[in-house]
């Protein structure tokens, strides 16, 4: 029996999916069809690709080395569904992007509606975290990062959408409590509230002033992922943050928060919009991108 090469798409699209039930939904086929045409291509292979129980399945290991060719199969193929889609007139397919949550800097509600509207034959799949997803492996089409810069990689293209400019923020209460630091080395004796980055590690602050140049860590009782939960607590009168100014804005008229260290800047972060770099972006990819980078002129 010869080796179908459609199969080994098909494996490569399970193990994306997580499952039998997940993989037939996106192909929309049935799921007798999908575990018979696996089943088939172990036969053919000689050995077992997956382990399956009810809950859950195991690649083997002789399963992880055809997956190597089989993802090559599948970008192959899709490669040159995107070069088709680039000749057609109105973007179709499925498009998954990886948004950061607690995004103010743009309307996501406005965003996903004018898309909607816009490509109809288009299905969105977003995932909002503020983790650093793998494009390549989870099969992200894009990825929206905040970072000053960004990691060398290859296998990605990054383009710049947007520059956020930061600063140190305290509610007026906390500042009556403990007093107004005159100079970065008093927040040493401060409360100051830490953000996780993308990568799980507490992100430290950089402050500088003309040639003047100031670094530490914040060191407080609670750190979190969320800038906009940062700004709450701040606002509530927890402790100092480091946000940007787009996030304070509301709570700076409100006078729930007030700018300290105002002559000293943290570095300004960029919104990156990430995607794979080897790979030619569909039209649904493109006409999401122009509609975020409008979206984005439209708020400044």
């Known amino acids: 029996m010869s080796l179908d090469a459609n199969d080994l798409i098909l494996f490569a699209q399970v193990i994306e999916a997580g499952s039998f039930s997940r993989a037939a939904e996106r192909m929309d086929v049935p799921k007798s069809t999908v575990s018979r045409r696996i089943s088939q291509l172990e036969t053919t292979l000689g050995e077992r690709l997956l382990m399956r129980t009810t809950r859950r399945l195991t690649i083997t290991d002789f399963g992880e080395r055809i997956l190597d060719h089989a ?20 973007p179709h397919g499925v498009l998954r992007a ?31 975290s503020p983790r650093r997803v793998d494009l390549l492996v989870e099969r992200f089409d894009l990825a929206v990062r905040a970072a000053s810069r960004l990691p060398d990689d290859n296998t990605l293209v990054a383009r710049k959408l947007h520059e956020m400019r930061l600063g140190l923020y305290a509610s007026p209460a906390y500042l009556t409590r403990y007093g107004e630091p005159e100079s970065p080395e008093d927040l040493k004796k401060h409360v100051c509230l830490s953000l ?26 609670v750190a979190v992922n969320s800038p906009i939960l940062q700004r709450d607590l701040a606002a509530h009168g927890m402790g100092i943050i480091c946000l940007s100014e787009r996030y304070a804005q509301k709570e700076i008229e409100e006078g729930l928060l007030r700018r300290i260290l ?35 002129r439209s708020e400044n």
């Open 262 to 296: 105002p002559d000293w800047e943290p570095p300004t972060v960029t919104l990156w919009c990430v995607t794979p770099g080897r790979r030619l972006l569909p039209a649904r990819t493109t006409a999401f991108i122009d509609l975020l980078k409008s979206a984005l």
């Open 196 to 221: 996780i980055s993308g990568n799980g590690e507490t992100a430290p602050w950089s402050l500088t002033r003309g040639k003047e140049r100031w670094e530490g860590t914040p060191n407080g009782p």
């Open 71 to 90: 993802r090559r199969l599948l970008d192959e193929t899709e490669a040159a569904s995107a070069l088709a889609q680039h000749r057609q007139a109105t």
């Open 98 to 128: 990886s948004l950061l949550p607690d995004f103010v800097e743009l309307d996501l509600t406005s965003l996903c509606l004018q898309y909607a509207a816009r490509y109809p034959e288009v299905r969105l799949e977003l995932d909002l």
